[in-house]
């Protein structure tokens, strides 16, 4: 699809996106500047179309439709074509991502540096607050989205069963639905194979030794990427559409198999040759 929006609207006399796009009694489209050069010599209200080769009048019509094609391709084009592995000009939308504790289920632990996230050892008693996830194992990342292009990455490690995207701001905490219906866009792992939260269930086979899960928002274009560490696509929502900033999301399964596993931690670049040590205060990792 991008490179058909190129041919769309690249000039044919530069080969360069338009610039000032004007039509032609004959239909073709042509930058104004390029198409000047065309005029007949003695016949300044004539020329030769560069495409048809007709001898025209000298009347253009200026194609603005064409002109914001060709705008929205300068800025999203690189982009456009990259939908299937993760190009490293992502890389500059990279977030400084934490997570929000105040949105924290009591079922989880949130690490002093709010980078990482278990299973709480403990559920001490905690003040009813409605940004807090009641019944699922949940928290939220800050900051929240509202416009722009934005990439984390998050080290799922050993864990065997989680969720991770993003949702609306005004999800109700208090629900166990996690479809888009409600605003939530995310992907699941659970039993080896990867799942879209759509009904029925869409599953994607898991690659092996999946440790890192790349997230890609793009606001403008209204769509989501989750990408595996080896940079190939894993799964694409769009259109991703919300009056409201959207917020990263988290979720630690319960257990599998009756096993509780280890917690995962977001990824960013100082943290790629450390380790958080775990402790035992309640309700905290670190």
Wanted: charged residues 25%; aromatic residues 12%.
């Amino acid at each position: 699809m991008a490179k058909i929006l190129y041919a769309y609207a690249t000039c044919r006399v530069c080969m360069e996106l338009f610039t000032d796009p004007v039509s032609l009694p004959c239909g073709h489209i042509f930058c104004y500047e390029c198409i000047q050069s065309c005029t007949l010599k003695g016949q300044s209200s004539k020329l030769i179309c560069p495409l048809c080769q007709e001898l025209i009048e000298k009347t253009f019509t200026e194609q603005w439709e064409m002109r914001k094609l060709s705008s929205y391709l300068q800025e999203h084009g690189p982009l456009l074509l990259y939908k299937t592995h993760l190009h490293p000009q992502f890389q500059q939308f990279r977030e400084d991502m934490s997570l929000d504790a105040a949105t924290a289920s009591f079922l989880l632990a949130v690490s002093e540096d709010l980078r990482r996230v278990e299973r709480a050892k403990s559920h001490p008693d905690m003040k009813e607050d409605p940004r807090r996830f009641t019944h699922l194992a949940c928290v939220l990342g800050t900051p929240s989205f509202s416009t722009g292009r934005h990439y984390w990455e998050v080290d799922v490690g050993e864990v065997k069963a989680w969720s991770l995207g993003v949702c609306k701001e005004s999800v109700d905490r208090k629900q166990r639905d996690l479809s888009s219906e409600p605003g939530f866009w995310i992907i699941s792992m659970k039993a080896g194979a990867i799942s879209a939260n759509f009904i029925p269930e869409r599953r994607i086979p898991a690659s092996p030794g999946l440790e890192l899960v790349v997230i890609f928002l793009d606001v403008e274009m209204e769509e989501i990427r989750f990408f595996n560490k080896n940079d190939a696509l894993i799964y694409i929502y769009s259109p991703v559409s919300s009056l409201e900033p959207f917020r990263p999301f988290f979720l630690r399964s319960d257990r599998i198999n009756g096993e509780y596993y280890k917690g995962y931690k977001l990824f960013c670049p100082y943290l790629r040759a450390q380790t958080v040590p775990l402790v035992s205060a309640p309700g905290k990792c670190k």
